[in-house]
């Protein structure tokens, strides 16, 4: 028995993928337009000094795992199986199989792997998380996010909508949540390349400031609002939430950061940007989620040494009362994890067109982490797996929400 026809005793007899191994062997579907390929011991090495998630990410990070085809397709056709759950005689015959081949051979994880040091969610710690996933390359975040250049999850009017229509959408959907009109003051906190800011300085004459830790978004935020004459209205600073020194905001868009924030700094931040409120201010949260509080709220060992280190997800119920407990009233909630499925299949697409530029611009294995973590997000969402949700909350006036009977917002 070859290597290659291990995987149909593992994941089973039905799954449509090929397989394929260095030493020659075939098994699966043979022919199939998705083929999984292990190209070299060192794969073997990688699963055998970190089984699961970790070890499967370092063998196709480092080329020694390889998919052929559609990542997405090849994740969705694979079934989600630990070793635990194989039966006890497999277990021991794939161990006893396994020992004939030379993945012993000693392998260090890849150089891009991401191990923050210092106190979690500490200011230092957290700039240095921020700068490690967004000052890649402002280059290859325009190739896979497009002209609207916001990586958050899109609004979708229709699913036959643009990437860019359905950014926009998002953007304006927050704008009437927060109930923006021209002259009012809008603090965007995790502001990424500004999208916000001047959607709400060229549409609704609004006063925005937005902070984000990344030097480069800050930069390319800038350059964008000078060219389009906005500086009158709109800034971008690279600079912490925590440090903004302005108060007394009519309304706060934090679209994309809570992830960053950490479960135990959760209530502070809430209760921060309470403080940065007149009354009657509101707050819009968008965020990724878990699909309930069950969930642990550190990410996997793949997204937390390479895509976002320190992320952490709660569930909306946990958000809902952590805000409320915080000095706000929540007035909607919605949930989006469909959109967002629909923007990372919009992400993927434009990674997989720019692919040889991508990987001139950060390097292979950088563009191959995006290809690989892009697609199974997108997968997450479709599973229900994680979600993303809206919350507005209002700072009370006394007791005046100074909010309408109904949402006038509904796109």
């Known amino acids: 028995m070859g290597l290659a026809e291990l995987f149909p005793r593992i994941l089973g007899q039905d799954v449509p993928v090929e397989f394929r191994a260095y030493d020659g062997s075939r098994a699966g579907r043979l022919?199939?337009?998705?083929?999984?390929?292990?190209?070299?011991?060192?794969?073997?090495?990688?699963?055998?000094?970190?089984?699961?998630?970790?070890?499967?990410?370092?063998?196709?990070?480092?080329?020694?795992l390889e998919v052929r085809g559609d990542m997405y397709e090849a994740l969705a056709a694979l079934p989600s199986l630990a070793l635990e759950d194989l039966?006890?005689?497999?277990?021991?015959?794939?161990?006893?199989?396994?020992?004939?081949?030379?993945?012993?051979?000693?392998?260090?994880?890849p150089e891009i792997e991401e191990r923050p040091r210092?106190?979690?969610?500490?200011?230092?710690?957290?700039?240095?998380?921020?700068?490690?996933?967004?000052?890649?390359?402002?280059?290859?975040?325009?190739?896979?996010?497009?002209?609207s250049m916001t990586y958050t999850c899109a609004v979708f009017p229709e699913r036959s909508s643009t990437l860019e229509e359905a950014q926009f959408t998002k953007h304006d959907l927050v704008a009437r949540k927060l109930g923006l009109s021209e002259g009012m003051r809008l603090l965007d906190v995790g502001c990424g390349w500004g999208g916000m800011?001047?959607?709400?300085?060229?549409?609704?004459?609004?006063?925005?400031?937005?902070?984000?830790?990344?030097?480069?978004?800050?930069?390319?935020?800038?350059?964008?609002?000078?060219?389009?004459?906005?500086?009158?209205?709109?800034?971008?600073?690279?600079?912490?939430?925590?440090?903004?020194?302005?108060?007394?905001?009519?309304?706060?868009?934090?679209?994309?950061?809570?992830?960053?924030?950490?479960?135990?700094?959760?209530?502070?931040?809430?209760?921060l940007l309470r403080d940065k409120l007149r009354p009657g201010g509101r707050l819009l949260n968008h965020c990724i989620t878990r699909p309930d509080g069950t969930y642990a709220a550190k990410a996997g060992k793949f997204i937390s040494r390479y895509v976002f280190p320190d992320g952490e997800l709660e569930g909306p119920g946990d958000l809902v009362s952590m805000m409320n407990d915080n000095g706000f009233e929540v007035r909607h909630e919605e949930n989006l994890r469909e959109h967002y499925a629909l923007t990372l299949a919009g992400w993927c697409r434009n990674l997989e067109e720019h692919w040889d530029e991508a990987v001139e611009e950060?390097?292979?294995?950088?563009?191959r982490v995006w290809r690989l973590y892009m697609a199974a997000c997108r997968l997450g969402f479709e599973l229900n797996n994680i979600q993303l949700?809206?919350?507005?909350?209002?700072?009370?006036d006394g007791a005046d929400a100074h909010m309408p009977l109904r949402p006038a917002w509904r796109i």
């Open 389 to 396: 949700h809206q919350l507005l909350g209002v700072k009370l």
């Open 118 to 147: 210092g106190l979690r969610h500490s200011k230092s710690r957290d700039k240095s998380s921020v700068s490690y996933h967004y000052d890649v390359s402002n280059r290859f975040y325009e190739w896979v996010l497009g002209p």
């Open 87 to 109: 039966p006890p005689k497999l277990r021991l015959e794939l161990a006893a199989k396994l020992a004939g081949y030379r993945f012993w051979w000693p392998v260090r994880p």
């Open 197 to 271: 800011v001047v959607h709400a300085a060229e549409r609704y004459g609004v006063r925005a400031l937005g902070v984000t830790l990344s030097r480069q978004q800050a930069q390319w935020a800038q350059k964008v609002i000078a060219e389009r004459g906005l500086a009158d209205l709109a800034e971008v600073r690279h600079l912490d939430y925590r440090d903004v020194p302005e108060g007394e905001f009519d309304a706060i868009s934090s679209i994309g950061l809570a992830e960053h924030v950490g479960e135990g700094q959760l209530p502070g931040y809430f209760r």
């Open 362 to 367: 950060v390097g292979r294995a950088r563009a």
């Open 31 to 64: 022919g199939s337009d998705l083929a999984l390929e292990v190209r070299s011991p060192l794969a073997l090495s990688h699963l055998a000094r970190s089984p699961g998630e970790l070890g499967l990410a370092r063998a196709y990070v480092t080329g020694h």
